[in-house]
């Protein structure tokens, strides 16, 4: 993610999905796989603090983000994590290399400060890999790889990943998506997509995650307005 982007809509979405799963009552850890601005003048979406009718999804959210427009930018991520609105997460904040060694310590360092937490959420500028580009090459820090995903996994995390879409119909996307989620981690996991227009955001339970943070997907699910976050199983839990 890009510190310019802190506070657009999808942010507010993101943020307000974080809160709901909060409800688990699971550790939060997020890995903001930061990348420099690009200076282009784009992210500052934020018409929607204007529309009242947004500040239903999530009142206090939106307040904290309201705050957030009058903070200058270099600041803005700051004033999220200081926030509170996201109760006792723990942050990685380092800017994503791409060199392969340097990106390879960098995911080091951010597996040892997330270490201690249950949920991780992954948050590159696009999503999941693409076969075009592989890691340690131009443009790979905006991407988050199955390998690392793996490794998350393997060390006890479930895992909440951004993905942008990709000019392809979504349906066949996001099974996809899941499909090869499930290679690196295993058939016992669960897989949920929540959907927004033009994110959808990859949520892989543990099994010994799985009652409480099924319960709170199974929540958005119920609760949440659907043109806000549209939450659905992909993949059940096997017994």
């Known amino acids: 993610m890009k510190e310019q982007y802190v506070g657009d809509v999808n942010d507010y979405r993101k943020y307000a999905l974080l809160r709901l799963l909060g409800r688990s009552g699971l550790k939060l850890g997020v890995c903001w796989m ?3 601005d690009d200076h282009s003048g784009h992210g500052n979406k934020l018409g929607y603090l204007d529309q009242p009718k947004q500040e239903q999804h999530d ?3 939106f307040a904290v983000l309201t705050r957030l427009r009058e903070a200058p930018r270099g600041q803005r991520l700051m004033t999220v994590e200081t926030s509170g609105a996201l109760t006792d997460a723990v ?3 380092e800017i994503v290399p791409e060199q392969l060694v340097e990106r390879q310590l960098w995911f080091r360092r951010a597996s040892a400060a997330l270490a201690q937490t249950d949920l991780i959420f992954f948050d590159p500028d696009n999503g999941i890999e693409v076969k075009s580009i592989a890691m340690g090459r131009k443009k790979s820090s905006k991407y988050v790889y199955l390998d690392e995903l793996a490794a998350a996994y393997r060390a006890g995390h479930s895992m909440l990943i951004y ?6 119909p979504h349906d066949a996307f996001i099974r996809e998506t899941a499909e090869n989620l499930l290679r690196v981690t295993e058939p016992a996991a669960e897989i949920w997509a929540i959907r ?4 959808v955001f990859m949520l892989v339970i543990q ?7 099924s319960g709170a997907a199974h929540a958005v699910r119920e ?7 549209d939450a659905q199983v992909i993949t059940a839990a096997s017994q």
């Open 34 to 36: 930061l990348t420099p």
């Open 59 to 61: 009142p206090e959210m």
């Open 91 to 93: 942050f990685f904040n």
């Open 163 to 168: 993905q942008h879409f990709p000019m392809k």
């Open 196 to 199: 927004t227009p033009h994110v």
């Open 207 to 213: 099994p010994r995650h799985h009652a409480a943070l």
């Open 223 to 229: 609760t949440a307005d659907r043109k806000f976050l």
